[in-house]
């Protein structure tokens, strides 16, 4: 059994390329340094085709990077002692279709090297958390997405391993499905173990994070508190009475809600406040009140990035 | 080792659940039912035919099911994405090669045993008589299926599917078929046509020491028992050797 380090993921100066079926280099992962301390759940976010996947791959071992390292529990990526700690959900995952759920479970305790003896009530119980109970002995050919996504978290935190590395784990989820994922990840959270995640759901970030990676390009762009980051960005709102629809409003300005006989309208910075204020004296229309209020991730997210097509 | 066998059991169920071993089976079935009607309309040596058919064709049936139950097993699963959680336990890549290997090699012999149930029984009741050979042709078919199996797995790592499925067919059947043809046609050649044939002779697996139709159709002796052990030793080494090639490529594979 080896000991958690402080850092239980390390990757510096991480390069990933590679070759594409007509022979052109592709670098998808350029130059990445970030670093996940043991107890923390850190959220990795980006645009697609901004490195999300190959860094996850290089991570478990399932690519080998052109450059840099990269450690998981003090180990270098993908060493059987580290995999034995870690706990890990693909990216949409079909599993075995001609196999049901229970012997899904089953085949993962053997490789999880679960004791024979305890698996059956570790497979209960793991059923039981993903609501699985009762649809065990359907095959997984039937299964919807959101039903194969809770096999692949009962594999993935089949165990309890101390580090959750997770690719996309809401993606294509239901409400329902949703919460009951984040209930799970917040009792991981709760027993101090720590969870990276990968994710397009930024209200899922949000909810569950300390910390977000924000990457582009394959290098980090942000590392923050998430506070931190929502603080960076100040909205402002203004409020005027009347169903108001101006033909065209000052870049950064947008309609935020339309109700109760008034009209809002949301500017992401000073420059764009100021040109919304010129535009309703122009107009003549009186503003009720105006206050600013912190961003949230997806305003930071778009700020960042920018509205580039991937 | 538990791993590898829970990896190989993963092999057989799919293959079972997918059913096409009993497909092969009732055609095989149908096949060798349909050639034994000949044998009653009382002519001569026709048994003998029967006999040839039923091992062609049964012969045929469990190459072709060994070598797609082979190709697909490693690229469905980075298809499908299921070698990922796979991985991502503590199993190394060895021990999901050995796992799909003995899952493959398992699948085949047991249809190789199906395939040969079903002939005995259909001879038994054509009144077609059965002799000791048939029962080493049995053993050493199976033989036969794991090196095909590791053959295929092999190329699984380096062509695509429908490529792999190709080669390996044309190989195992080539080599079954044509292997002491190889040996006529170096008579009647010269430098390097002599060097690309020997090449082949020697470095290709003799499928064809692992058929004994010709022994059961034409009523010969038994095969003496250290002809037997030595093609288990040869089939272990051919196994081992394309195993080594394919795990060489598997190991640094970039998934």
Same mark, same amino acid.
Request: glycine share 8%; proline share 6%.
């Given at each position: 059994m080896i000991d958690i380090p402080d850092e239980v993921i390390t990757i510096t100066d991480l390069m990933v390329e590679y070759k594409t079926d007509s022979g052109k280099t592709i670098r998808a992962v350029d130059g990445l340094n970030l670093? +996940?301390?043991?107890?923390?759940?850190?959220?990795?976010?980006?645009?697609?085709?901004?490195g999300k996947s190959t860094s996850i791959k290089v991570l478990m071992g399932f690519r080998k990077p052109t450059r840099g390292t990269v450690q998981v529990m003090g180990l270098p990526a993908g060493h059987m002692a580290g995999r034995r700690r870690v706990g890990f959900l693909p990216e949409v995952a079909l599993y075995y279709p001609f196999l049901n759920a229970r012997e899904t479970l089953r085949m993962f305790a053997k490789l999880r090297e679960i004791p024979r003896g305890e698996r059956e009530d570790i497979i209960d119980d793991l059923l039981d958390k993903v609501k699985l109970t009762g649809r065990d002995r359907e095959p997984v050919r039937g299964f919807s997405k959101g039903m194969l996504q809770r096999v692949g978290i009962a594999q993935a935190i089949m165990g309890e391993p101390d580090l959750l590395i997770l690719d996309e784990v809401t993606s294509g989820l239901d409400p329902v499905a949703r919460y009951d994922v984040r209930r799970i990840l917040m009792d991981f959270k709760a027993k101090g173990k720590t969870v990276f995640f990968s994710s397009h759901e930024l209200s899922e970030v949000t909810m569950l994070c300390d910390r977000v990676i924000l990457i582009d390009e394959g290098r980090v762009l942000v590392e923050d508190k998430l506070s931190a980051m929502s603080n960076a960005i100040q909205r402002h709102i203004?409020?005027?009475?009347?169903?108001? *629809?101006?033909? $065209?409003?000052? $870049?950064?300005?947008?309609? #935020?809600?339309? *109700?109760?006989?008034?009209?809002?309208? *949301?500017?992401? *910075? +000073?420059?764009? #406040?100021a040109a919304l204020n010129g535009l309703l004296k122009q107009m003549d229309v009186p503003i009720q009140h105006s206050f600013e209020e912190p961003g949230s991730l997806e305003d930071f997210f778009v700020h960042s990035i920018g509205h580039k097509v991937s | 080792m538990e791993k590898i066998l829970g990896i190989a059991?993963?092999? @057989? @169920?799919? /293959?079972?659940?997918?059913?096409?071993?009993?497909?092969? !089976? @009732?055609?095989?079935? !149908? @096949?060798?039912f349909g050639a034994g009607l000949f044998s009653r309309f009382g002519t001569e040596g026709l048994g003998k035919f029967v006999k040839d058919v039923g091992f062609t064709v049964t012969g045929l049936l469990a190459v072709l099911i060994c070598v797609v139950t082979a190709a697909r097993q490693l690229p469905n699963e980075i298809q499908n994405r299921t070698l990922y959680p796979l991985l991502a336990k503590p199993v190394s890549r060895l021990q999901v090669f050995l796992g799909k290997y003995l899952g493959v090699g398992v699948m085949a012999s047991a249809v190789v045993l199906l395939f040969s149930a079903e002939l005995y029984l259909l001879f038994r009741i054509l009144d077609i008589p059965v002799s000791g050979v048939f029962f080493q042709s049995v053993y050493l078919r199976m033989l036969s299926m794991w090196i095909i199996a590791g053959m295929t797995l092999s190329l699984s790592v380096y062509l695509t599917q429908g490529g792999n499925v190709t080669v390996s067919m044309l190989l195992a059947l080539a080599m079954q078929t044509f292997a002491n043809t190889l040996i006529t046609v170096r008579t009647d050649l010269e430098g390097w046509g002599v060097w690309v044939i020997d090449t082949l002779y020697w470095l290709l697996p003799h499928l064809e020491l692992f058929d004994l139709t010709k022994r059961e159709v034409h009523n010969f002796p038994a095969a003496p028992l250290w002809v037997l052990a030595a093609l288990t030793v040869y089939a272990a080494v051919y /196994?081992?050797?394309f195993m080594a090639v394919g795990m060489q490529r598997f190991r640094t594979l970039n998934l």
């Open positions: 670093t +996940v301390r043991r107890g923390e759940v850190v959220g990795f976010i980006g645009p697609n085709g901004a203004v409020c005027v009475d009347g169903l108001l *629809s101006p033909p $065209q409003l000052p $870049q950064g300005v947008f309609i #935020h809600a339309v *109700s109760n006989g008034q009209t809002t309208f *949301s500017a992401d *910075s +000073v420059e764009a #406040h | 059991q993963v092999t @057989i @169920i799919e /293959s079972f659940r997918r059913k096409d071993p009993y497909v092969v !089976l @009732i055609l095989a079935a !149908l @096949i060798v /196994s081992l050797l």
